[in-house]
């Protein structure tokens, strides 16, 4: 069985520039969620997608937008970055929308 | 909204020793609490979690419990291990929430002294 799987494991950007990060959902999981996670603080929503549709929001800005494709893997993408968005930010799948999360390594975005 | 907190944030034992982290929440319709330990570097992985009809969990040398009249869960861990050494964070969902949207905790370090 294929865990969550996320890339890039790195990236630097600078402020202003456009991010896009991919994650494959874990094998027969049908929902993925999003969380960010700041140094030294706990993960933060920021969605989830099921079936393709956005299912639920948390508190941020609609720079942060994403997609989910027919085979349930997923994009997180934030447009004009700012210093405060670097974080690892994590993916997480699961079988339903609401059965237990299962994350996945994260992808450590740095904005200089 | 939830809003979640965490007892304490670091806390360190003596290999063999009990540790207890306990953590608060606010909604009173939260309904699954999961515990995810996270090493340095590495994917928060789900160790534990507890639904609100069950009081107590056990899972080997890791135990759950939640007072739902009173908002909290803990989680305890017995015989702890150097292995054990790692940032726990818990966590909570709300029944009128949609989906898997978690509020964790800020996290509790833990170190297991040999």
């Known amino acids: 069985e294929t865990g969550v799987t996320q890339s890039p494991t790195h990236l630097i950007k600078t402020r202003g520039q456009q991010v896009t990060l991919r994650c494959s959902s874990q094998?027969?999981?049908?929902?993925v969620s999003w969380y960010q996670q700041a140094l030294g603080q706990g993960p933060q929503f920021i969605f989830q997608y099921y079936r393709e549709e956005e299912n639920g929001r948390g508190n941020f800005p609609p720079r942060f937008s994403g997609l989910q494709f027919p085979n349930y893997s997923s994009e997180l993408n934030v447009n004009a970055l700012e210093l405060d968005d670097s974080a690892l930010y994590l993916c997480?799948?699961?079988?339903?929308?609401?059965?237990?999360?299962?994350f996945g390594n994260g992808t450590r975005l740095t904005v200089t | 909204g939830e809003n979640v907190e965490q007892h304490p944030s670091t806390l360190s034992v003596q290999e063999g020793d009990s540790a207890v982290i306990k953590c608060t929440y606010s909604?009173?319709?939260?309904?699954?609490f999961p515990w995810y330990k996270q090493e340095l570097g590495k994917r928060p992985q789900l160790i534990i979690d507890i639904r609100s009809n069950v009081g107590e969990k056990k899972d080997q040398r890791i135990a759950v419990t939640l007072n739902k009249t009173a908002k909290h869960f803990s989680l305890h861990i017995t015989e702890t291990q150097p292995e054990d050494s790692a940032v726990y964070f818990c966590a909570a969902r709300s029944a009128g929430e949609y989906g898997n949207k978690l509020v964790f905790g800020a996290g509790t370090i833990l170190r297991v002294k040999s």
């Open positions: 094998s027969g999981h049908n929902t």
């Open positions: 909604d009173s319709a939260s309904n699954y």
């Open positions: 997480a799948s699961s079988w339903d929308r609401n059965s237990p999360l299962h």
